[in-house]
């Protein structure tokens, strides 16, 4: 649970450094090596933000909070630029210059974007990958799982054909005791009528 709610910091910080890009150069036309300098480590920063944030919310939740990020961001951004336009001197041009400090926020909030790209491609390289793995195991042993399913079959057909060897035995076996008894009878049977005959002859 402490956890979970740790992860939340890194929205929180995310925000943070869009909305204090406003106060870095009042100046957003300024170009210089400074200025450069400061928004690369500004872009370093979210976009670490946005890496985080795809490892710990996902895809699609990291998404959602790092683009509510950026419009809460930029509303605050241009209610600050609204109210302390002297600070900013801001004097004439407003509405152009809001859009220009909102184009800031939202630039800079979308390498939190990028970062989550990355995290995530790296993700799917690494499934890939894996998958891949899998696959060339699973293409390895089909040809010894085909090579045990033929001698498997093989030893099952030897098996059926003992089987039937010794069943056709055992058959030939009960038929030929069969006949011997059929036999057995009939000449129990003949011997039996010569009896007979003799012991009618006998008494005549």
């Known amino acids: 649970m402490k956890k979970n709610i740790l992860y939340y910091l890194t ?10 890009s406003n106060f870095l150069n009042t ?6 090596f400074q200025n450069f300098t400061v928004w690369f480590v500004l872009s370093l920063f979210t976009f670490a933000c ?31 630029v609204s109210f302390f336009r002297e600070y900013f001197g801001l004097n004439d041009l407003l509405s152009e210059t809001l859009i220009l400090y909102t184009l800031r926020n939202v630039t800079l909030g979308t390498m939190g974007f990028f970062g989550m790209a990355i995290s995530r491609l790296l993700i799917y390289e690494k499934q890939l990958e894996a998958n891949k793995k899998i696959l060339e195991d699973y293409e390895d042993k089909v040809p010894l799982a085909e090579r045990e ?14 089987l039937l060897l010794e069943t056709q ?11 011997k008894i059929d036999r057995q009878l009939s000449e129990l049977i003949k011997t039996e009528e010569e009896l007979l005959k003799q012991y009618e002859s006998n008494e005549e």
């Open 11 to 20: 929205p929180v910080l995310a925000a943070i450094l869009i909305f204090a």
């Open 27 to 32: 100046d957003i036309f300024n170009i210089g």
């Open 50 to 80: 946005g890496w985080l944030m795809d490892q710990t919310f996902g895809w699609v939740k990291g998404g959602k909070l790092l683009f509510a990020v950026i419009v809460v961001a930029a509303f605050f951004g241009i209610v600050l």
């Open 149 to 162: 399913a033929e001698i498997v079959l093989k030893e099952a057909k030897l098996k059926a054909e003992e």
């Open 169 to 179: 035995k055992k058959c030939n076996e009960l038929i030929e005791s069969k006949n």
